[in-house]
T-cell receptor, first 115, second 114 residues
Protein backbone atom coordinates (compact mmCIF):
# COMPACT_ATOMS: atom_id res chain seq x y z
CA UNK A 1 0.00 0.00 0.00
CA UNK A 2 1.03 3.59 -0.51
CA UNK A 3 1.98 5.91 2.30
CA UNK A 4 2.94 9.54 2.51
CA UNK A 5 4.91 11.06 5.34
CA UNK A 6 5.97 14.63 5.95
CA UNK A 7 8.09 16.22 8.65
CA UNK A 8 8.57 17.96 10.92
CA UNK A 9 5.03 17.92 12.28
CA UNK A 10 5.42 21.25 14.05
CA UNK A 11 8.05 23.95 14.13
CA UNK A 12 8.48 27.47 15.38
CA UNK A 13 10.91 29.60 13.43
CA UNK A 14 12.03 33.24 13.79
CA UNK A 15 11.46 35.73 11.00
CA UNK A 16 14.31 35.65 8.52
CA UNK A 17 15.35 32.09 9.27
CA UNK A 18 15.40 29.33 6.63
CA UNK A 19 12.81 26.59 6.22
CA UNK A 20 12.89 23.03 5.01
CA UNK A 21 9.87 20.73 5.04
CA UNK A 22 10.30 17.26 3.63
CA UNK A 23 7.81 14.81 2.21
CA UNK A 24 8.25 11.26 0.98
CA UNK A 25 5.89 8.83 -0.68
CA UNK A 26 6.27 5.06 -0.53
CA UNK A 27 4.65 2.25 -2.47
CA UNK A 28 4.26 3.97 -5.83
CA UNK A 29 6.45 5.35 -8.59
CA UNK A 30 6.43 8.59 -10.57
CA UNK A 31 3.65 10.20 -8.54
CA UNK A 32 2.42 13.74 -8.99
CA UNK A 33 3.44 15.67 -5.89
CA UNK A 34 1.93 18.79 -4.33
CA UNK A 35 2.47 21.33 -1.58
CA UNK A 36 -0.59 23.11 -0.18
CA UNK A 37 -0.87 25.76 2.53
CA UNK A 38 -3.79 26.30 4.83
CA UNK A 39 -3.60 29.64 6.59
CA UNK A 40 -5.65 30.19 9.74
CA UNK A 41 -9.33 30.64 8.94
CA UNK A 42 -8.80 30.10 5.22
CA UNK A 43 -9.13 27.35 2.71
CA UNK A 44 -6.39 25.41 0.97
CA UNK A 45 -4.03 27.07 -1.44
CA UNK A 46 -1.93 25.11 -3.92
CA UNK A 47 1.69 26.31 -3.76
CA UNK A 48 3.65 23.93 -5.98
CA UNK A 49 3.15 20.76 -7.96
CA UNK A 50 5.53 18.40 -9.69
CA UNK A 51 5.01 15.78 -12.38
CA UNK A 52 8.57 14.42 -12.28
CA UNK A 53 12.07 14.75 -10.90
CA UNK A 54 13.31 18.30 -11.19
CA UNK A 55 9.99 19.50 -12.65
CA UNK A 56 8.34 22.10 -10.44
CA UNK A 57 5.41 24.37 -11.22
CA UNK A 58 4.61 27.31 -8.98
CA UNK A 59 1.03 28.44 -8.53
CA UNK A 60 1.58 31.50 -6.37
CA UNK A 61 4.58 33.86 -6.39
CA UNK A 62 6.14 34.02 -2.95
CA UNK A 63 9.37 33.58 -1.05
CA UNK A 64 8.96 29.80 -0.93
CA UNK A 65 10.49 27.29 -3.31
CA UNK A 66 10.13 23.57 -3.91
CA UNK A 67 12.45 20.86 -5.16
CA UNK A 68 12.12 17.23 -6.16
CA UNK A 69 15.57 15.66 -5.96
CA UNK A 70 14.23 12.10 -6.14
CA UNK A 71 11.13 10.49 -7.62
CA UNK A 72 9.26 10.24 -4.33
CA UNK A 73 10.76 13.12 -2.38
CA UNK A 74 9.37 16.65 -2.34
CA UNK A 75 10.92 19.48 -0.35
CA UNK A 76 9.50 22.90 0.51
CA UNK A 77 12.07 25.57 1.33
CA UNK A 78 12.56 29.19 2.13
CA UNK A 79 15.75 31.21 2.55
CA UNK A 80 14.11 33.82 4.79
CA UNK A 81 10.75 33.27 6.43
CA UNK A 82 8.13 35.98 6.79
CA UNK A 83 5.42 36.23 9.43
CA UNK A 84 2.86 35.63 6.69
CA UNK A 85 4.39 32.21 6.00
CA UNK A 86 2.80 30.84 9.16
CA UNK A 87 0.25 28.14 8.48
CA UNK A 88 -0.47 24.48 8.04
CA UNK A 89 1.46 22.93 5.15
CA UNK A 90 0.24 19.80 3.47
CA UNK A 91 2.11 17.55 1.11
CA UNK A 92 0.04 15.38 -1.22
CA UNK A 93 0.39 12.92 -4.06
CA UNK A 94 -1.66 11.42 -6.86
CA UNK A 95 -1.07 8.80 -9.52
CA UNK A 96 -0.07 9.90 -12.99
CA UNK A 97 -2.27 9.03 -15.93
CA UNK A 98 -5.14 10.44 -17.94
CA UNK A 99 -7.95 9.46 -15.59
CA UNK A 100 -9.53 12.51 -13.99
CA UNK A 101 -10.93 10.42 -11.15
CA UNK A 102 -7.51 10.02 -9.56
CA UNK A 103 -7.62 10.80 -5.88
CA UNK A 104 -5.14 13.14 -4.22
CA UNK A 105 -3.80 11.75 -0.93
CA UNK A 106 -2.56 14.04 1.81
CA UNK A 107 0.14 13.78 4.41
CA UNK A 108 -0.38 14.55 8.07
CA UNK A 109 0.56 18.19 7.70
CA UNK A 110 3.20 20.45 9.23
CA UNK A 111 2.34 23.36 11.49
CA UNK A 112 4.68 26.30 10.95
CA UNK A 113 4.65 29.30 13.26
CA UNK A 114 6.91 32.19 12.34
CA UNK A 115 7.64 34.47 15.27
CA UNK B 1 -9.81 26.76 -14.49
CA UNK B 2 -12.33 25.42 -12.04
CA UNK B 3 -13.91 27.22 -9.12
CA UNK B 4 -16.12 26.08 -6.29
CA UNK B 5 -18.61 27.78 -3.99
CA UNK B 6 -19.17 26.04 -0.72
CA UNK B 7 -21.72 26.66 1.99
CA UNK B 8 -20.47 29.14 4.55
CA UNK B 9 -20.04 27.81 8.02
CA UNK B 10 -19.82 27.21 10.82
CA UNK B 11 -22.63 24.68 11.01
CA UNK B 12 -23.72 23.52 14.44
CA UNK B 13 -26.07 20.56 14.81
CA UNK B 14 -27.30 18.26 17.50
CA UNK B 15 -26.48 14.58 17.35
CA UNK B 16 -28.75 12.61 14.99
CA UNK B 17 -29.74 15.72 13.04
CA UNK B 18 -29.80 15.77 9.23
CA UNK B 19 -26.83 17.41 7.52
CA UNK B 20 -26.58 19.18 4.18
CA UNK B 21 -23.52 21.10 3.05
CA UNK B 22 -24.04 22.76 -0.31
CA UNK B 23 -21.39 22.85 -2.99
CA UNK B 24 -21.59 24.23 -6.52
CA UNK B 25 -18.78 24.41 -9.05
CA UNK B 26 -17.85 25.91 -12.37
CA UNK B 27 -15.71 23.98 -14.83
CA UNK B 28 -14.93 24.10 -18.51
CA UNK B 29 -14.83 20.33 -18.86
CA UNK B 30 -16.27 17.41 -16.96
CA UNK B 31 -14.46 17.29 -13.66
CA UNK B 32 -14.49 14.56 -11.09
CA UNK B 33 -15.87 15.78 -7.78
CA UNK B 34 -14.53 15.10 -4.31
CA UNK B 35 -15.40 15.73 -0.69
CA UNK B 36 -12.53 15.75 1.76
CA UNK B 37 -12.74 15.86 5.55
CA UNK B 38 -10.22 17.36 7.96
CA UNK B 39 -10.48 16.33 11.60
CA UNK B 40 -8.96 18.72 14.18
CA UNK B 41 -5.18 18.94 13.88
CA UNK B 42 -4.94 16.47 11.03
CA UNK B 43 -4.43 16.43 7.29
CA UNK B 44 -7.20 15.92 4.76
CA UNK B 45 -8.79 12.57 4.11
CA UNK B 46 -10.85 11.59 1.12
CA UNK B 47 -14.47 11.17 2.20
CA UNK B 48 -16.13 10.33 -1.10
CA UNK B 49 -15.97 11.06 -4.80
CA UNK B 50 -17.96 10.86 -8.04
CA UNK B 51 -16.41 10.73 -11.48
CA UNK B 52 -19.35 11.29 -13.83
CA UNK B 53 -22.81 12.79 -13.96
CA UNK B 54 -25.48 11.15 -11.76
CA UNK B 55 -22.86 9.13 -9.88
CA UNK B 56 -23.42 8.95 -6.14
CA UNK B 57 -20.43 8.81 -3.85
CA UNK B 58 -20.95 7.43 -0.37
CA UNK B 59 -18.88 6.65 2.71
CA UNK B 60 -19.45 6.52 6.49
CA UNK B 61 -23.11 7.40 6.01
CA UNK B 62 -22.33 10.48 3.92
CA UNK B 63 -23.62 10.79 0.36
CA UNK B 64 -23.24 13.23 -2.51
CA UNK B 65 -24.64 13.05 -6.05
CA UNK B 66 -22.92 14.54 -9.10
CA UNK B 67 -25.57 16.86 -10.60
CA UNK B 68 -24.28 18.09 -13.93
CA UNK B 69 -27.44 20.06 -14.75
CA UNK B 70 -27.13 22.16 -11.59
CA UNK B 71 -23.31 21.85 -11.31
CA UNK B 72 -23.69 20.76 -7.70
CA UNK B 73 -22.31 18.12 -5.38
CA UNK B 74 -24.09 18.62 -2.07
CA UNK B 75 -22.98 16.54 0.89
CA UNK B 76 -25.67 14.89 3.04
CA UNK B 77 -25.92 12.64 6.05
CA UNK B 78 -29.12 11.47 7.61
CA UNK B 79 -27.95 11.31 11.21
CA UNK B 80 -24.75 13.02 12.31
CA UNK B 81 -22.60 11.97 15.23
CA UNK B 82 -20.28 13.94 17.50
CA UNK B 83 -17.36 12.23 15.77
CA UNK B 84 -18.39 13.89 12.49
CA UNK B 85 -17.25 17.26 13.83
CA UNK B 86 -14.65 18.42 11.32
CA UNK B 87 -14.04 20.73 8.39
CA UNK B 88 -15.45 19.53 5.06
CA UNK B 89 -13.99 20.56 1.70
CA UNK B 90 -15.63 20.26 -1.69
CA UNK B 91 -13.25 19.98 -4.64
CA UNK B 92 -13.57 19.51 -8.40
CA UNK B 93 -10.52 18.04 -10.11
CA UNK B 94 -8.84 20.00 -12.84
CA UNK B 95 -7.85 17.18 -15.18
CA UNK B 96 -5.19 18.91 -17.22
CA UNK B 97 -3.40 16.11 -18.98
CA UNK B 98 -1.56 13.86 -16.53
CA UNK B 99 -1.60 16.42 -13.77
CA UNK B 100 -4.45 16.76 -11.37
CA UNK B 101 -4.96 19.81 -9.24
CA UNK B 102 -7.81 20.12 -6.83
CA UNK B 103 -9.61 23.44 -6.56
CA UNK B 104 -10.79 23.50 -2.97
CA UNK B 105 -13.74 25.29 -1.49
CA UNK B 106 -13.05 27.33 1.63
CA UNK B 107 -14.26 24.55 3.86
CA UNK B 108 -17.27 24.24 6.12
CA UNK B 109 -16.73 23.72 9.83
CA UNK B 110 -19.24 21.29 11.29
CA UNK B 111 -19.72 20.99 15.03
CA UNK B 112 -22.02 18.27 16.34
CA UNK B 113 -23.15 18.58 19.94
CA UNK B 114 -24.26 15.60 22.03
Amino acid sequence: SQTIHQWPATLVQPVGSPLSLECTVEGTSNPNLYWYRQAAGRGLQLLFYSVGIGQISSEVPQNLSASRPQDRQFILSSKKLLLSDSGFYLCAWSRTGATSGNTIYFGEGSWLTVV
Amino acid sequence: GNSVTQMEGPVTLSEEAFLTINCTYTATGYPSLFWYVQYPGEGLQLLLKATKADDKGSNKGFEATYRKETTSFHLEKGSVQVSDSAVYFCAPVDSGGSNYKLTFGKGTLLTVNP
